[in-house]
């Protein structure tokens, strides 16, 4: 708690909030609509213009095939996204349903299923990802198994650890006693009580999905080229500093603020959560 009360969201949320959003809404149109703000296709190739330097014609210069860098951290938006908001819906789905599983189910079953848990957690989160992509293959929909897979131990404890307390509340023990069905107290009060927490987590497990994500795609593990995905163009820039800077700039500074965004949204929305929306 003294954390959240020392946080920058917490002594002035809404200037935080407010940024953090607007930086997401931007983020939100170069997904969706990146032709809004793309001035050209991402895989355009003009190698006269190759490693041109920042100018009216190209905002940050072009890369060493002559393709427009801000088109490319544009196009590249839908994909980090996509990559770190999918990995992380598959690890909240399998965490949680787990997790409630264990909350409910026979003591060794959920010994078994939490000794699991702790084994995962054990390793940090990137280098199990590392292991599973290894495991399966490169890719972008393998990454993001990868990453998910990561994330799910995190989610299964705090649904776990959530849902024992809503079965122990008031309206869970009347309900039992009014004689509803197993299926009724898990869909009307387990599952709607247990997902708030695991939710605002999962708001701030995209900043560390999209991080692990582009961290897959900077050592060729995550989309291949010519992908504009963010990280597998850090990869490729980093070749090209001193030429091109913008190359492996940009698409840093890319991840560095969307990332931050959704720290400070999710911080916000487990602090709203943790003091019932108290200011």
Avoid: K
């Amino acid at each position: 708690m003294t954390m959240l009360n020392n946080s920058p969201v917490r002594r002035n949320p809404t200037v935080a909030v407010t940024a953090a959003g607007v930086v997401l809404l931007l983020a939100s149109l170069a997904a969706l609509w990146p032709s809004m703000l793309a001035p050209y296709a991402p895989d355009d190739i003009d190698l006269v213009r190759a490693l041109a330097p920042p100018g009216p014609e190209h905002w940050l210069g072009t890369d060493q095939l002559g393709r427009d860098v801000l088109s490319r951290v544009v196009h590249g938006t839908a994909t980090t996204l996509l990559a770190g908001l999918g990995s992380i819906a598959g690890a909240v789905t399998l965490g949680s349903s787990l997790g409630i599983f264990a909350a409910t189910a026979h003591l060794r079953v959920a010994g078994a299923i939490m000794r699991a848990t702790d084994v995962l957690l054990a390793f940090p989160g990137l280098l199990l990802a590392l292991l599973v992509v290894t495991a399966i293959g490169p890719g972008a929909i393998n990454s993001a198994v990868a990453i998910g897979s990561a994330a799910a131990p995190g989610f299964v404890r705090l649904a776990r650890s959530r849902a024992l307390v809503v079965g122990r509340s008031g309206y869970v023990q009347a309900a039992v006693a009014l004689g509803r069905s197993r299926g009724e107290i898990y869909l009307c009060h387990l599952v709607p009580n247990t997902l708030p927490p695991v939710l605002a987590l999962a708001t701030v497990n995209v900043g560390s999905a999209i991080i692990a994500g582009s961290s897959l795609g900077f050592l060729g593990l995550g989309p291949e080229p010519p992908s504009p995905e963010w990280g597998t163009m850090l990869a490729e820039g980093r070749d090209f500093l001193g030429a091109a800077p913008a190359m492996a700039v940009a698409p840093g500074v890319a991840v560095t603020l969307v990332v931050l965004s959704l720290t400070v949204v999710g911080g916000h929305l487990r602090y709203r959560f943790e003091t019932g929306g108290r200011t």
